[in-house]
């Protein structure tokens, strides 16, 4: 897997590292996030933790996959999002009883 950086900014107000590359990957599917993580984490010496992928995409048919991601200095406080589902099973218990 080739990696190709396109543009690194050095964002200050959120202490973090913003950067978009292009991965060639031939005769591989496209890498999940969890690998891109990993090797963002040891190429910018950061735990793989710092390390956020906002998106990966690839056209189809070809080899190329464009990625955004952050990498923040300290851990960062992420909102988990819940899903749709969870919600209504919530609220079917809570009728329920």
Known sequence: MEWEVLDEKENKLFNRKEVKLTLKH????????????????ARYSSPEENVLIDYVLT??????????????KEKPKVKVKKSKEGKKGE??????K
């Open 26 to 41: 031939p005769k591989l599917s496209t890498p999940s996030k969890v690998e891109i993580v990993k090797e963002l984490a």
């Open 59 to 72: 056209h189809k048919g070809t080899n190329e996959s464009f990625v955004k991601a952050k990498i923040y």
């Open 91 to 96: 609220a079917q218990t809570s009728q329920a």
